[in-house]
């Protein structure tokens, strides 16, 4: 079993920040990318950040410059820095990985349970 937990949501002003952290645990031999997603009501599931197992990132244009992706390779764990919000970050924010669970296994994507983040004054 594989088990991704995310923390760190709460309540955020405008122009505040928040980190939310996400670690993988279990049967894990590898992990390639890691990455946040997000859910606002309503609409669908969108990229916030990627993170490869080498440290290249990539952002959704509405969150450059202000949000930062990084990992810990050690302890496979993936955080989001979170500055500057704005109220239409407002959203349940997903962690993915994709993970090999054994060398003779192909890798897989996972998904946390989803941490929510409200940005409002």
């Known amino acids: 079993q594989v088990q991704l937990v995310e923390s760190g949501g709460g309540l955020g002003q405008p122009g505040g920040s928040l980190r939310l952290s996400c670690a993988a645990s279990g049967s894990i031999f590898s992990i390639d990318v890691m990455g946040w997603y997000r859910q606002a009501p309503g609409k669908q599931r969108d990229l916030v950040a990627l993170i490869t197992s080498g440290g290249i990132t990539n952002y959704a244009d509405s969150v450059k410059g202000r949000f930062t992706i990084s990992r810990d390779n050690a302890n496979n764990t993936v955080y989001l820095q979170m500055n500057s919000l704005k109220p239409e970050d407002t959203a349940v924010y997903y962690c993915?990985?994709?993970?090999?669970?054994?060398?003779?296994?192909?890798?897989?994507?996972?998904w946390g349970k989803g941490t929510l983040v409200t940005v409002s004054s």
């Open positions: 993915n990985a994709n993970i090999q669970r054994t060398r003779y296994r192909y890798a897989m994507d996972y």
